[in-house]
């Protein structure tokens, strides 16, 4: 493409836009004399609550009984919170509650004018979210900063987590042992919880408690409505803020609890090599571990682990790697590091615990006292894993010595608007070690404004040896470095920090966000996943909203962000543009479309040095972007993104056309059955010619018997094609790879479970006649969980 081609077309872009624009804003106008909420609602004090604390005995069945909930205290999911605000609900809601000092149970009487639109499904824990669902969030130090959250769907189906203020996040991979159960009925759904209080911390003391809040139900038909018992303001960005306030608990007390869980692994296998030998290597693997988990006092909690399993039942959603110069992410799953891992965030990801590949025994504690809460990790590792990290691109680093990781966190709650933390991560093998230690503070200016921001110092020492394994041990003869391998070029101890500061103002109507952020050369954060270092970066950005309660659409939203990024020299790496208008409506549809106009460079032409002017190319890519989301009915939902444009071909150093197209479907067959269909497909073109084409399948399909097991198959299979005359170096013409799991699952909680599975895994390439076998397992895995009675 010429500059001028080029001009024409960014200019052109430039016009639609504000063509665009003005069109939003002739929106506005005829839209702004309508309501977009219940303005009486906003700024009230939301009364409390009174507990009531009863001996009552109830079975957690589902069946209401007016006998059994006699004396509890009674309140009506009164507002819409989301998509409208504070709108009468389009369905009436009853809660029940009460507590005995030592559970908190919960009755929800969910009536529907439609009770055959009521979306229930059987699912495994935490998979239902899509369904009607009912719940309680809880915040016991009644401050904003996080809350515990209970929620069922019609058939007793749990889903937990704890949502985080703090960082804004929300983690669904916590577990807690509680009970639920619910019925369907004539007029909708009732839904019992009993939830034990030493789940939570909090302080314990003889006077009445009060603790924030929120009964909830997400009521998903033409739109997916939030009803609760308390309204919103949106013009306040922190939500847990806003929650309501409840008075008992007097009695609440937490047990200095012990629990147990022993852990038997038993696993037979066999791998092979198929382009060097068709004979197979076997292995056989049975192993006894046990995990610990004691409450110190109700505020703190320490936990081990010994000869831990961490196998992957779960098998990571595939991915597509190509044409992409930097390392995939994948998300923890392991029980011990998932356990309170809110206890660690930070702004800045430098605690990514698969960084651990193979520990032998790991502990923890984590608490929270008054204003102080605090976290510590310490692991062993039979090997050494992490990123080395660049500005164009980045590689795992394996070293074959045991390790020590130590991970802390500490933060002080100086008041509701304003904390201050610490967090320190350290690894440590034979030759090579790594130690960091940040600062980050959060400021509420106001209900509308928030700045965040962290400090991070790092100190690395790398063995001798570390360079050689990424220039295949010849690197004062190869020309062709990798970026890896001249990072990794440091002999003697180094150092070097990495700072982030974030502005955010969030209103009813618009929001603005400011960032800025610079992590210098020789930074690390070995424990974390930071795949970038020698960038500097700004960020401005905002968006505008436009709502509506009497139409088919209920939110129109034009957003979009300016960024631009240099490497320490003050060398520019990247400038960006993007633009998105939204709109979301009836049938749960979301719909964006979106432009991106991005200068970057490409590959440097002396790969022995690191610089970035007169050593790159630098190219001007234009792309358009459309998401589209909608689930019009309880069988099916779909998903679908595409991305057409210009794309830097990484391998050769050239500009190229993409198309990438991302399509999901999620089918509910029944009560029981759920199938989830994947399909990816990235193709770029380079000179009017096709450079690959790539295709990724994903399909799982699921039997969920009950509430409690379920059978589950996953297919994965990629399939790449590449056209070799269009390449300046030599690659196969096709790579397959193809991937089996078959599991059965039986979950009495999320600490009792069985096991027991099935792995197969091939792979095709130009060296063979058909796609073969290379990886074969099964597996058997069984967890008790033991209270005892001291």
């Given amino acids: 493409m010429t500059p001028s081609s080029y001009g024409s077309r960014l200019s052109g872009t430039k016009t639609i836009y504000v063509l665009f624009t003005i069109l939003c804003l002739l929106l506005s106008t005829s839209v702004a004399s309508q309501s977009t909420g219940n303005d009486q609602a906003k700024g009230l004090d939301v009364a409390s609550i009174n507990i009531p604390n009863l ?53 929800f009487e969910a009536f529907d004018p439609e009770p055959e639109q009521i979306r ?32 069922a769907n019609p058939l007793g189906v749990q889903n937990d987590s704890i949502e985080n203020e703090m960082t804004g996040s929300e983690s669904a991979s916590w577990n807690g042992i509680w009970e639920s159960a619910g019925q369907l009925t004539e007029t909708g759904f009732v839904v019992e919880m009993k939830i034990p209080l030493r789940l939570m911390n909090f302080v314990e003391s003889d006077d009445i408690k009060t603790w924030a809040i929120e009964f909830v139900r997400f009521y998903p038909r033409s739109d997916r409505y939030r009803l609760s018992h308390v309204p919103f303001d949106r013009n306040n960005s922190c939500g847990l803020c806003q929650m309501g306030e409840a008075n008992g608990f007097k009695d609440a007390k937490q047990a200095n609890d012990f629990v147990f869980v022993p852990t038997l692994v038993v696993g037979s296998g066999r791998t092979r090599d198929p382009v060097e030998t068709n004979d197979w290597e076997y292995q056989n693997n049975q192993e006894f571990g046990l995990d610990v988990n004691w409450s110190l006092t109700p505020e703190v909690n320490l936990s081990g682990t010994l000869n831990p399993d961490f196998s992957q039942v779960e098998a990571d959603v595939a991915q597509l790697n190509i044409n992409n110069t930097f390392a995939l992410f994948f998300e923890e799953r392991r029980p011990f590091f998932v356990e309170n891992a809110e206890y660690f965030s930070s702004n800045l990801n430098l605690i990514y615990t698969r960084n651990i590949n193979q520990p032998d025994y790991g502990t923890k504690i984590t608490g929270r006292v008054d204003e102080h809460s605090f976290g510590l990790v310490v692991a062993n590792d039979n090997t050494t894993q992490f990123l080395v990290p660049g500005n164009l691109g980045s590689e795992v680093a394996f070293i074959e010595e045991k390790s020590i990781n130590i991970a802390s966190r500490y933060r002080y709650d100086y008041s ?32 509308q404004d928030t700045i965040r921001a962290q400090y991070v110092r790092s100190q690395t020492e790398y063995p001798e040896f570390l360079q050689a394994e990424f220039c295949d041990n010849n690197c004062s003869e190869d020309e062709d470095l990798s970026e890896a391998a001249l990072r990794t070029a440091l002999t003697d101890r180094f150092s070097g920090y990495s700072y982030r500061i974030d502005y955010n103002r969030e209103t009813e109507n618009y929001y603005l966000n400011a960032r800025r952020s610079a992590t210098q050369s020789d930074f690390r954060a070995d424990l974390g996943f930071v795949s970038n270092v020698d960038r500097a970066r700004y960020v401005f950005g905002g968006g505008y909203n436009w709502r509506n309660e009497n139409s088919w659409w209920n939110e129109i939203r034009v957003n979009g962000d300016w960024d631009i990024t240099h490497n320490d020299n003050g060398e520019l790496i990247e400038k960006e543009l993007e633009g998105y208008f939204s709109v979301r409506g009836d049938y749960q549809t979301f719909a964006r479309v979106g432009f991106t106009e991005r200068n970057r460079v490409g590959l440097r032409f002396d790969n022995s040095i690191l610089s970035i002017d007169g050593n790159t190319s630098r190219f001007d890519e234009l792309s358009n972007s459309f998401y589209f989301t909608t689930t019009p009915n309880q069988i099916i939902s779909y998903e679908f993104f595409a991305r057409i444009g210009d794309r830097v071909d990484l391998a050769n150093n050239r500009l190229g056309d993409q198309v990438f197209l991302e399509h999901e479907v999620t089918l509910n067959l029944g009560t029981h059955a759920r199938i989830e269909i994947e399909k990816t497909r990235s193709r770029l ?19 969920q018997f009950d509430p409690l097991q379920f059978v589950r198959l996953i297919l994965t299979y990629s399939d790449v094609d ?38 197969h895994s091939a792979f095709d390439d130009d060296s063979l006649d058909k796609i073969r076998p290379d990886n074969q397992s099964i597996f058997l895995k069984l967890s008790y969980a033991w209270f005892p009675d001291f």
């Fill in 416 to 447: 509701d608007d304003f904390s201050i933390g610490g967090l320190t991560t350290f690894r440590k093998s034979d030759s090579y070690q790594n130690a960091v230690a940040s600062i980050d503070l959060r400021y509420r200016l106001s209900e």
């Fill in 722 to 759: 590449r056209n070799q005359q269009n390449y300046t170096f030599d690659v196969d013409a096709n790579s397959k790879n193809l991937g089996v799991q078959l599991l059965y699952s039986y979950k009495l909680n999320p600490l009792t479970k069985f096991f027991v599975g099935y792995s």
């Fill in 685 to 703: 073109d380079v000179d009017e010619q096709a450079l690959f084409v790539a295709d990724l399948y994903d399909v799982r399909a699921t039997y």
């Fill in 55 to 107: 001996q009552n005995q109830i079975e957690i069945d589902g069946n209401y009984s007016q006998d059994e909930w006699q004396g509890s205290q009674l309140v009506e999911l009164a507002y819409i919170s989301r998509p409208f605000e504070n709108l009468p609900p389009p369905a009436k809601t009853n809660v029940r509650v009460f507590e005995n000092g030592s559970e908190l149970y919960v009755l």
């Fill in 120 to 151: 229930a499904f059987l699912r495994d824990r935490d998979s239902s979210f899509g369904n009607d669902l009912v719940g309680i969030k809880l915040d016991p130090y009644n401050d904003g900063r996080l809350a515990y959250q209970f929620y």
